[in-house]
């Protein structure tokens, strides 16, 4: 079991203080649940702030995951790519830009339950790799449920198609890994650099409503405000002021919560 350490799909319209806060409780998970909590993962959406390497390094996480969905999106560069993503204050941290989510179910086209149509499937994608120079020996692709693509079910003929690969001896050998095993694996790797904003491509909506966003904006600058000078003051004696106060950055961050 794992678990990664951002609790959302981040915008670019997020504040400093609201990522922050929400990466402000990950000593406490770790130290309560036992997991290192290193990796951070961005699937479905695309893009992250470069506001978020130095916040993300501090936080003690060491490698972004990113599973950009090209549906109304893109991605830079070219994908897969392991690179160091050098940020605002000159320090880099480890990043995938990894192909679409879910995508070894349909490259190893597990719904057709056939060790042929698997390797059929596999020896194309090697072929892709190689076509566009593929640096390391191994890949990382993500699996989910071939139905069920969000919020997905266990996929347990997966599992069974993978077991009796292996057991064949049959090349390459797949892994199910963690996201602190890949992150193991890519500290060893001679990797580019690149520095800069990583654009969401997909987030077209977030400044179609100005009347929204300018409240959003008006409320986390006077939250921040609120925050300084709360620290001027004696604690306060119930935890009523510190409740509302995380429940109106929840809001700015995930506004469903509110309701």
Known sequence: MSACAMPYNFTPMVGVAQFVRTLAVLPELREQ??????????HDIN??????????LDAGVEMVMMGINVHFGGFPLHRPLFFRWAGPDG?????????????????????????TAMAEGIAAYEH??????????FAYLSLTHFAF??????????????????????????????????LE????????????????????????SAHENRLAHRARSMLAAADLLALQRHAP???AVPQLT?????????TSRCV
């Open 33 to 42: 649940i036992g997991l290192s909590l290193k990796v951070a993962m961005n």
């Open 47 to 56: 893009g992250l702030p470069w506001t978020m390497i130095p916040l993300l």
């Open 91 to 115: 320090r880099s941290i480890l990043a995938l830009n990894g192909e679409h989510y879910g995508m070894f179910q349909r490259y190893a086209r597990l719904d057709e339950g056939s060790l």
């Open 128 to 137: 892709k790799l190689a076509s566009q120079h593929y640096p390391h020996d």
């Open 149 to 182: 693509w969000d919020n997905n079910p266990p996929y347990p003929a997966a599992f069974e198609l993978i077991r009796r690969w292996n057991a064949e001896g049959r090349t390459p050998h797949i892994r199910f890994v963690s996201p602190e095993d890949l």
């Open 185 to 208: 694996r890519a500290r060893s790797l001679d990797l580019p650099s690149y520095a800069g904003d990583w654009s969401d491509y997909w987030n077209f909506g977030a400044g179609s």
């Open 237 to 239: 004696r119930d935890q």
């Open 246 to 254: 995380d429940k109106a950055y929840t809001c700015l961050l995930y």
